[in-house]
DNA sequence: ACCTGAACACCGTTCAAGT
DNA sequence: ACCTGAACACCGTTCAAGT
């Protein structure tokens, strides 16, 4: 990359965390442009889509989350590892408001921009959901997409202004109905 | 109203169904205005804002859901009048695809169109927990808030194609939590 | 190589002018 | 009363022209 178009990108990059953080996932692009003094197609020419923006966004969130599960698997028992690496993962897929939807529908396009990043979280969590279920702590009827799922519609929660100051009870629900082996079927 | 007006009125609803079930709640004013063949102010007259389209959309729904709420609490038992009115109050909430982020905002908005439709619902639910919870069958650290944003983020959940196969069984995951008095407390 | 302005086809809002 | 076309300020996409 020659030094201006670095320059450009990495200050775009930060003029575009700044706007999203404060307008969330459909903030306008060429309000970024337009702060970052560049022109409307130089910041597509650096992020094509949307999901390219935001994957250069959440890139070292996602790097931090991977290392959070390993951490927690040699240094936790297997449910307590589980739930915590849970509540992380409900913070990373609401990195900004509203990019839950954005990671939402990646995870099933193989095209998006954002699909190799959520595959790598599916997989993550995938891997401590198994052995917390192998010990025996976590309800044996819940695969990885679950937990994705479930880590979004928390997330989600979070970005709803009328529901987050109960997010982080609703997320004790939710914990404590995964770490709970079903005894009794609910219709 | 003017015969006229009637006529455009009950049209426009018509069209507006179709085109939401097709394209969500994203769809463009603008192409409901003109497959009604009609201005597009005049489609914005009679509903000044999309939520003002959606509330007219679904009050028949909302009429629906609160005459199950009757039905099911004189024929059922508590637990079971619960559960069955959360699942349609999950398809409520998921009547048109992406409806439930208006939902969500409108829940906290007094201005919105929505917002009397979602206390209705609020209150409704709150009604059949409050009963299950009088019992001792529904777990006694949720409100009608919980239930509402539960019940939102189901819907969501049922609205994204990645997640939609999984949302049954993950009704049953969160139903089954509800009906769970907490035993132990998970961090 | 990389950047840029401009043209394009869209959107919802607003309102003066029509019937 | 009710309807309408047009002007407006926005959006993301695309590309020929510049450095």
Redesign the pocket.
């Known amino acids: 990359?020659?030094a201006?178009?670095?320059?450009?990108?990495s200050h775009l990059l930060a003029v575009a965390r700044d706007i999203v953080t404060e307008h969330g996932v459909?903030?306008?692009?060429?309000?970024i442009?337009?702060r970052a003094?560049?022109?409307?197609?130089?910041l597509?020419?650096?992020f094509?889509?949307?999901e390219a923006l935001f994957e250069a966004l959440m890139c070292t969130n996602l790097d931090a989350l991977a290392q959070k599960a390993d951490e927690l698997e040699t240094s936790n028992s297997p449910d307590e590892a589980l739930v915590s690496w849970f509540r992380e993962g409900v913070a990373f897929v609401h990195s900004y408001r509203g990019v839950v939807d954005l990671i939402a529908s990646a995870h099933a396009d193989p095209d998006s921009a954002l699909f190799a990043s959520c595959a790598t979280v599916h997989a993550v969590g995938a891997r401590l959901l198994l052995r917390a279920q192998a010990e025996g702590t976590a309800r044996a009827d819940m695969n990885g997409d679950d937990l994705f799922a479930l880590m979004s519609a928390l997330g989600w929660l979070e970005g709803q202004p009328a529901f987050a100051p109960r997010a982080d009870h609703l997320f004790h629900v939710i914990a404590s109905a995964i770490l709970t082996n079903p005894s009794k079927r609910v219709d």
């Not at 003094?37 to 130089?42: E, M, S």
Request: glycine letters at 4%; charged letters at 40%.
């Open positions: 990359m020659r201006d178009a670095r320059k450009n990108y459909d903030a306008s692009m060429r309000d442009a337009r003094d560049v022109g409307l197609a130089t597509l020419r650096h094509p889509t949307r």
